[in-house]
């Protein structure tokens, strides 16, 4: 079975950073795309960074310029460098795979880690 596991969440003052990290546990044999989604209260969750197996990254407006992912497929993990942070930048942060598992496609989510940007 795949686990994901997040870390690095917690409250920051507007115009700090913070990194958020994913690790994925299990027999993994490839990734397809490492997502980063978040949801803020009373809201939908939205997609917030991707890395795809080609190295290809998007980005939703709202973070472009302020935040960076990264993968590292020997390691399982996907990284989220948050700079400049906003107050409405305040979320749970969810980290997503899509990734092959003994020979299987799955998706796999983590449980959400909080992120709050107040002075």
């Known amino acids: 079975q795949v686990q994901l596991v997040e870390s690095g969440g917690g409250l920051v003052q507007p115009g700090e950073s913070l990194r958020l990290s994913c690790v994925a546990s299990g027999a993994i044999d490839s990734f397809h795309v490492m997502v980063w989604y978040r949801q803020a209260p009373g809201r939908l969750r939205e997609l917030v960074a991707i890395?795809?197996?080609?190295?290809?990254?998007k980005y939703a407006e709202s973070v472009k310029g302020r935040f960076t992912i990264s993968g590292d497929n020997a390691k399982n993990t996907v990284d989220l460098q948050m700079s400049t942070l906003k107050p409405e930048d305040t979320a749970v942060y969810y980290c997503?795979?899509?990734?092959?598992?003994?020979?299987?496609?799955?998706?796999?989510w983590g449980q959400g880690t909080q992120v709050t940007v107040s002075s």
């Open positions: 997503y795979f899509g990734l092959v598992w003994s020979g299987h496609y799955g998706e796999y």
């Open positions: 890395i795809r197996s080609d190295r290809d990254t």
